[in-house]
């Protein structure tokens, strides 16, 4: 069955970075477009990024352009976002999405964004 689990996040101070990564398992990871999404707390669930199945298609929501960055190891079946620049309000839980005749997510990782 599909399987994707988050692993990376923490607290972080204004301006640091961040690496999350998500492993998958159990489909033909290099065939399928993935993509991050966050939900900070009392707000609706939010994209962040996608990438393409090659890895060479990225897209980002307007708050994340230049300082997130999605990529993909498909020899490793895992994606990886780089955060830079963090703001308090990048405070939320990461989510790894795939869409594989169904919407498959991981369980999340915290990202805290305090001094």
């Known amino acids: 069955q599909v399987q994707l689990v988050e692993s990376g996040g923490g607290l972080v101070q204004p301006g640091g970075s961040l690496r999350l990564s998500c492993a998958a398992s159990?489909?033909?990871?290099?065939?399928?477009?993935m993509r991050w999404y966050r939900q900070a707390p009392g707000r609706e669930r939010e994209l962040v990024a996608s990438?393409?199945?090659?890895?060479?298609?990225?897209n980002y929501a307007d708050a994340m352009k230049g300082r997130f960055t999605i990529s993909r190891d498909n020899a490793k079946n895992t994606v990886y976002l780089q955060m830079n620049s963090l703001k308090p309000e990048d405070t939320a839980v990461y989510y790894c999405?795939?869409?594989?005749?169904?919407?498959?997510w991981g369980k999340g990782t915290l990202v805290t964004v305090s001094a």
């Open positions: 999405n795939v869409y594989r005749r169904m919407d498959y």
């Open positions: 159990g489909f033909s990871f290099r065939n399928y477009a």
């Open positions: 990438i393409g199945a090659s890895g060479e298609s990225t």
